[in-house]
T-cell receptor, first 118, second 110 residues
Framework: GAVVSQHPSRVICKSGTSVKIECRSLDFQATTMFWYRQFPKQSLMLMATSNEGSKATYEQGVEKDKFLINHASLTLSTLTVTSAHPEDSSFYIC??????????????FGDGTRLSIL | EDQVTQSPEALRLQEGESSSLNCSYTVSGLRGLFWYRQDPGKGPEFLFTLYSAGEEKEKERLKATLTKKESFLHITAPKPEDSATYLCAVLGPGAQKLVFGQGTRLTINP
């Protein structure tokens, strides 16, 4: 149980392109999903908290106009990197928490999206 | 501010050589401490949750323990397939955001 699917797993595109990443909870409903960024050999850095039916909460230093988050249903959140540039190249990972299991339950992670901007 | 420090940064062991990874934390009102395993190019895989000092959890060759200041992940007789980065994270009183440590990169040589 508690499977989170992230798609696509890898994206290579030209500078200036907008890229959308999907995060789905497959066997549970998630009121809250989280988006992280991870640089090589570093830990996860929280970018934003995605709340179903409301605006996302962004961490300090994360540009909300650059990283658009939509959480339109209890099983799907999307992250769109707008007008991507080479410095946006990174490993993006989403996670979700089962809304029926309490706030102190673990987050379950997708397998990440490797984004490469040429 | 909640903080998590993991040590060592990297650890190399021979197959069968038991050891422990450390996670020291500072949080006002711990709601949970989580251990994850991350393989290269993959997302973190959930291992354990610990909620209160004295609690222990076990899974195969792994055992996690918790005190009021730190958690240990004990690895008994490890195998090469246990090689991965092990991440520790805490959930504070807001019960919303996880705070991660920097991870320990574990390599088990055959």
């Amino acid at each position: 149980g508690a499977v989170v699917s992230q798609h696509p797993s890898r994206v290579i595109c030209k500078s200036g392109t907008s890229v959308k990443i999907e995060c789905r909870s497959l066997d549970f409903q998630a009121t809250t999903m989280f988006w992280y960024r991870q640089f090589p050999k570093q830990s996860l850095m929280l970018m934003a908290t995605s709340n179903e039916g409301s605006k996302a909460t962004y961490e300090q230093g994360v540009e909300k106009d650059k990283f658009l988050i939509n959480h339109a249903s209890l099983t799907l959140s999307t992250l769109t990197v707008t007008s991507a540039h080479p410095e946006d190249s990174s490993f993006y990972i989403c996670s979700a928490r089962d809304r029926d299991r309490g706030l102190s339950q673990p987050q379950h992670f997708g397998d990440g999206t490797r984004l490469s901007i040429l | 501010e909640d903080q998590v420090t993991q040590s060592p940064e990297a650890l190399r062991l021979q197959e069968g050589e038991s050891s422990s990874l450390n996670c020291s934390y500072t949080v006002s009102g711990l709601r949970g401490l989580f251990w994850y395993r991350q393989d290269p190019g993959k997302g973190p895989e959930f291992l354990f949750t610990l909620y209160s000092a004295g609690e222990e959890k076990e899974k195969e060759r792994l055992k996690a323990t918790l005190t009021k200041k730190e958690s240990f992940l004990h690895i008994t007789a490890p195998k090469p397939e246990d090689s991965a980065t092990y991440l520790c994270a805490v959930l504070g009183p807001g019960a919303q955001k996880l705070v991660f440590g920097q991870g320990t990169r574990l390599t088990i040589n055959p």
